[in-house]
């Protein structure tokens, strides 16, 4: 990960900018460089992972134009090729050195053109103008705010921005910014035509995209690890990596010390590819003492996410403290589009498409939010292969009508996709899907909610509670979340949505916690 931050016709001082900077140090730990230009500022902290040595530092440069970017461009040597035969000329091996080539070429029909990961910001000197855009689904981070002064300030994440601004917002994945508007260049949670292929086509097109997803992802100038769950997506990665690379992956779990539903299947998996295989052991005393961390790191006060992020941030932090480990690939995506398990109770296929429309579209505030913010603040990056924009175009053109749960098990498309070819045990192929906070230990989760309850009695928590007009807290545990974002993030809640819940208009789904273990269908899912 990097860190990127530009601010244009902003009353900012060049001091205040490089303080606000400096908060997400941690996202590019290896240099730092701010340029000042007229009325711009444009600022990078970077983690040195494609083309690490100096003609690699950004912000790159060319013909009055400067361009910043936290990003993965896939397919670069291709478009370097390209451009070099069209007289361009580079200084390094910078996967982000294309950038301003292409858009002197282009101009902002680039965006629509990139197979990648990213969030950039571009200043064209001559003509006085910022671009700024960001990769479809938001894996890769972006903010903004108006200043006082109605000068526009962008930056990898909201800590950035707070006290320069009294509004954060986050900037829409998919669209670019360019004379003053928001312009969208592709909206990845678009309906498509459905494919109307077979089950063995639907399921030979699912492993080869996917395939695909991992192999573009493998490729870094630093140490690559993976997260593992035993779950199914996690171990899929893992799975296909470890048939594509020469030598064992590293992979990593964490669990409680008492009642780890992860670390048994991780080890599974760990043993049957033979990866180099690390567990994390954590307990109720490191938990609780890092739930503010946690959430000053993910800036978010929804419950889903924070309980999720509480293993992810504790591994990481595992991971950079005992390895030299600084790229890490994720399972994270695939329940959005194949399904999770309240949505075994979706009316109709129209419905069920609908909802996975609605969380893609959401991703960059929950799910994708979490693996960034829990790995780039331990100075590493995250790669998301079921992110994959031709693997998310693909799966979401799929009839859902073949990913209802018809077959007595949820996903079973990715499932049936490689059933064969022998990538997994058949047990954790087709294991019941467990809810990912508890499946660190259910009495993780238990833990923090009684911690939360000990903090207010019934009257402060009504008290307490009537304050909010946004995102009002309902439990307990959702105040002690909520306190602990404004205080990091006074007055800026409306950067989320709202909570990460089970669709409530849906039978057996209007529940009051988002876990998967208060659905009725949970049945094995957490052994």
Not at 350 to 377: G, N, P, T, W
């Given at each position: 990960?990097?860190?990127?931050?530009?601010?244009?016709?902003?009353?900012?001082?060049?001091?205040?900018?490089?303080?606000?900077?400096?908060?997400?140090?941690?996202?590019?730990?290896?240099?730092?460089?701010?340029?000042?230009?007229?009325?711009?500022?444009?600022?990078?902290?970077?983690?040195?992972?494609?083309?690490?040595?100096?003609?690699?530092?950004?912000?790159?440069?060319?013909?009055?134009?400067?361009?910043?970017?936290?990003?993965?461009?896939?397919?670069?040597?291709?478009?370097?090729?390209?451009?070099?035969?069209?007289?361009?000329?580079?200084?390094?091996?910078?996967?982000?050195?294309?950038?301003?080539?292409?858009?002197?070429?282009?101009?902002?029909?680039?965006?629509?053109?990139?197979?990648?990961?990213?969030?950039?910001?571009?200043?064209?000197?001559?003509?006085?103008?910022?671009?700024?855009?960001?990769?479809?689904?938001?894996?890769?981070?972006?903010?903004?705010?108006?200043?006082?002064?109605?000068?526009?300030?962008?930056?990898?994440?909201?800590?950035?921005?707070?006290?320069?601004?009294?509004?954060?917002?986050?900037?829409?994945?998919?669209?670019?910014?360019?004379?003053?508007?928001?312009?969208?260049?592709?909206?990845?949670?678009?309906?498509?035509?459905?494919?109307?292929?077979?089950?063995?086509?639907?399921?030979?097109?699912?492993?080869?995209?996917?395939?695909?997803?991992?192999?573009?992802?493998?490729?870094?100038?630093?140490?690559?690890?993976?997260?593992?769950?035993?779950?199914?997506?996690?171990?899929?990665?893992?799975?296909?990596?470890?048939?594509?690379?020469?030598?064992?992956?590293?992979?990593?779990?964490?669990?409680?010390?008492?009642?780890?539903?992860?670390?048994?299947?991780?080890?599974?998996?760990?043993d049957f590819l033979g990866s180099k295989h690390t567990e994390i052991i954590i307990n109720k005393d490191i938990v609780i003492n890092?739930?503010?961390?946690?959430?000053?790191?993910?800036?978010?006060?929804?419950?889903?996410?924070?309980?999720?992020?509480?293993?992810?941030?504790?591994?990481?932090?595992?991971?950079?403290?005992?390895?030299?480990?600084?790229?890490?690939?994720?399972?994270?995506?695939?329940?959005?589009?194949?399904?999770?398990?309240?949505?075994?109770?979706?009316?109709?296929?129209?419905?069920?498409?609908?909802e996975a429309e609605k969380r893609v579209r959401e991703l960059h505030m929950y799910d994708v939010l979490r693996a960034d913010r829990?790995?780039?603040?331990?100075?590493?990056?995250?790669?998301?292969?079921?992110?994959?924009?031709?693997?998310?175009?693909?799966?979401?053109?799929?009839?859902?009508?073949?990913?209802?749960?018809?077959?007595?098990?949820?996903?079973?498309?990715?499932?049936?996709?490689?059933?064969?070819?022998?990538?997994?045990?058949?047990?954790?192929?087709?294991?019941?899907?467990?809810?990912?906070?508890?499946?660190?230990?259910?009495?993780?989760?238990?833990?923090?909610?009684?911690?939360?309850?000990?903090?207010?009695?019934?009257?402060?928590?009504?008290?307490?509670?009537?304050?909010?007009?946004?995102?009002?807290?309902?439990?307990?545990?959702?105040?002690?979340?909520?306190?602990?974002?404004?205080?990091?993030?006074?007055?800026?809640?409306?950067?989320?949505?709202?909570?990460?819940?089970?669709?409530?208009?849906?039978?057996?789904?209007?529940?009051?916690?988002?876990?998967?273990?208060?659905?009725?269908?949970?049945?094995?899912?957490?052994?």
């Amino acid at each position: 990960m990097c860190s990127i931050m530009a601010a244009y016709k902003s009353s900012i001082t060049s001091e205040r900018f490089h303080d606000a900077l400096d908060r997400t140090l941690s996202r590019g730990p290896d240099a730092q460089k701010i340029i000042q230009l007229n009325n711009f500022l444009m600022g990078f902290n970077r983690l040195s992972i494609m083309g690490p040595g100096s003609s690699g530092m950004q912000p790159f440069s060319k013909d009055s134009r400067y361009v910043v970017c936290n990003g993965e461009i896939y397919g670069f040597e291709g478009i370097k090729a390209d451009l070099i035969q069209r007289g361009f000329t580079f200084s390094g091996n910078s996967d982000c050195e294309v950038l301003l080539p292409m858009y002197e070429l282009y101009g902002c029909e680039m965006f629509a053109m990139l197979d990648a990961e990213f969030a950039c910001v571009i200043y064209d000197e001559k003509n006085n103008d910022i671009i700024a855009a960001r990769d479809p689904i938001g894996i890769r981070p972006l903010f903004y705010a108006y200043d006082t002064s109605g000068g526009i300030i962008f930056a990898s994440e909201a800590k950035n921005l707070v006290g320069l601004s009294d509004e954060i917002k986050p900037f829409p994945p998919g669209y670019y910014y360019y004379n003053g508007k928001f312009v969208c260049y592709n909206e990845i949670s678009r309906r498509r035509e459905y494919i109307s292929d077979d089950m063995d086509s639907i399921a030979g097109n699912i492993r080869e995209k996917l395939i695909s997803g991992v192999d573009k992802r493998l490729s870094a100038d630093a140490p690559v690890g993976f997260l593992l769950s035993g779950g199914l997506d996690s171990s899929l990665v893992c799975a296909i990596a470890n048939r594509i690379l020469d030598e064992p992956i590293r992979t990593f779990a964490i669990g409680m010390d008492t009642d780890a539903i992860d670390l048994k299947y991780a080890r599974e998996v760990a043993d049957f590819l033979g990866s180099k295989h690390t567990e994390i052991i954590i307990n109720k005393d490191i938990v609780i003492n890092s739930l503010e961390k946690v959430i000053a790191a993910i800036g978010t006060y929804d419950i889903t996410t924070i309980r999720a992020s509480m293993g992810m941030y504790l591994l990481c932090q595992g991971i950079r403290e005992q390895t030299d480990v600084r790229v890490l690939l994720t399972g994270e995506i695939s329940d959005e589009m194949f399904g999770y398990k309240y949505t075994d109770y979706a009316p109709d296929a129209e419905s069920f498409q609908q909802e996975a429309e609605k969380r893609v579209r959401e991703l960059h505030m929950y799910d994708v939010l979490r693996a960034d913010r829990c790995i780039s603040v331990h100075s590493m990056e995250a790669r998301v292969p079921f992110g994959d924009l031709e693997f998310v175009d693909y799966v979401m053109a799929i009839d859902p009508e073949k990913k209802l749960n018809k077959y007595g098990k949820g996903k079973y498309l990715l499932r049936h996709a490689f059933e064969d070819g022998d990538y997994l045990p058949y047990d954790i192929l087709f294991r019941e899907k467990a809810a990912f906070s508890d499946a660190v230990g259910h009495s993780m989760v238990d833990d923090i909610r009684d911690y939360a309850n000990s903090l207010y009695t019934d009257e402060e928590f009504a008290e307490k509670s009537e304050k909010y007009d946004f995102a009002k807290p309902f439990t307990k545990e959702s105040l002690l979340y909520r306190e602990l974002f404004e205080k990091h993030y006074p007055n800026q809640a409306r950067m989320v949505s709202g909570f990460w819940m089970p669709n409530p208009n849906w039978e057996h789904c209007n529940v009051n916690d988002p876990s998967a273990r208060v659905l009725d269908n949970y049945g094995d899912s957490g052994v």
